[in-house]
Nanobody, 117 residues
Framework: QVQLVESGGGLVQAGGSLRLSCVISGVGVSINAMDWYRQAPGSQRELVAQITSGGTTIYLDSLKGRFTIARDNAKSTVYLQMNGLKAEDSGVYYC???????????WGKGTLVTVSS
């Protein structure tokens, strides 16, 4: 069983920065990629960024240059550094992963980011 716990959300002014963290716990499950998703009110959940165990990253095109995903395997933690925040970045940010062999998906409960304009 895998558990994901996000932290670091909050209220920030437009142009500000936040760093989200996701701690992964659990044993017996091999995972590869770790993702951050977000969901704004009335919108579908969308993939923000992904990082593989080898460090390969992908980003939502509109976020390139402002957001950076990183992982610390020793700390079982994945981070999302968000700079130059805009009001449209507001939403609940979720940590996500998928078991390597079974394909089972795991989600955190989310952390709320609110950007005031």
């Amino acid at each position: 069983q895998v558990q994901l716990v996000e932290s670091g959300g909050g209220l920030v002014q437009a142009g500000g920065s936040l760093r989200l963290s996701c701690v992964i716990s659990g044993v017996g499950v091999s995972i590869n990629a770790m993702d951050w998703y977000r969901q704004a009110p009335g919108s579908q959940r969308e993939l923000v960024a992904q990082i593989t165990s080898g460090g390969t990253t992908i980003y939502l095109d509109s976020l390139k240059g402002r957001f950076t995903i990183a992982r610390d395997n020793a700390k079982s933690t994945v981070y999302l550094q968000m700079n130059g925040l805009k009001a449209e970045d507001s939403g609940v940010y979720y940590c996500h992963t998928r078991a390597l062999f079974s394909g089972m998906e795991y989600w955190g409960k989310g952390t709320l980011v609110t950007v005031s304009s």
